[in-house]
T-cell receptor, first 113, second 112 residues
């Protein structure tokens, strides 16, 4: 049971470098999300996608771009990494409706030096 | 500032004590979810409350959704060391999509 798969699990970037975080789900979910988690801040929504072909900004979208490549995949891109983007990033997916449960990947620990 | 204010941020108690965690917002949610997160893992859903005033019980955990669907509480009776972890509330916005916003979390430590 794969669920939500994120890659990579760890990454160190230099300031100004770019990278893409990959996320794939095999639960046929419509909605997908990218969050970042900093100490004491819980999870903050970066971008979300309600369905294939649509994306919307969350609480903290600056410095990030996303692509909903198809129903399974939702990628997060950092065009020019900054130390303030050092965080743990989580991808999640959910079905539709009030009772739907969000399933999370194991996270990507990103350090920008 | 976060859309969902969760309190307290930290809680350190002895085994057997009771505790309550609060989640408050000025926004109305279509539903409110509570998750628990272990170190190095993603959050896992505990419960979803949908109707204003709804109360749900999960063994020693009691969840309540406020009448106006703006706030929620989690009460743990006779806490055990196995309850230690990060508890997160999350509000679900309706309107044809599922936008899920989290509170800052409550880090609970239960000591034997």
């Amino acid at each position: 049971n794969a669920g939500v798969t994120q890659t990579p699990k760890f990454q160190v970037l230099k300031t100004g470098q770019s990278m893409t975080l990959q996320c794939a789900q095999d639960m046929n979910h419509n909605s997908m999300y990218w969050y970042r988690q900093d100490p004491g801040m819980g999870l903050r929504l970066i971008y979300y996608s309600a369905s294939e072909g649509t994306t919307d900004k969350g609480e903290v979208p600056n410095g990030y771009n996303v692509s909903r490549l198809n129903k399974r995949e939702f990628s997060l891109r950092l065009e020019s990494a900054a130390p303030s983007q050092t965080s743990v990033y989580f991808c999640a997916s959910s079905g539709f409706g009030q009772n739907t449960e969000a399933f999370f990947g194991q996270g990507t620990r990103l350090t920008v030096v | 500032t976060q859309l969902l204010e969760q309190s307290p941020q930290f809680l350190s108690i002895q085994e057997g004590e009771n505790l309550t965690v609060y989640c408050n917002s000025s926004s109305v949610f279509s539903s409110l979810q509570w998750y628990r997160q272990e170190p190095g893992e993603g959050p896992v859903l505990l419960v979803t409350v949908v109707t204003g005033g709804e109360v749900k019980k999960l063994k020693r955990l009691t969840f309540q959704f406020g009448d106006a669907r703006k706030d929620s509480s989690l009460h743990i009776t006779a806490a055990q060391p196995g309850d230690t972890g990060l508890y997160l509330c999350a509000g679900v916005f309706s309107g044809g999509y599922n936008k899920l916003i989290f509170g800052a979390g409550t880090r609970l430590a239960v000591h034997p």
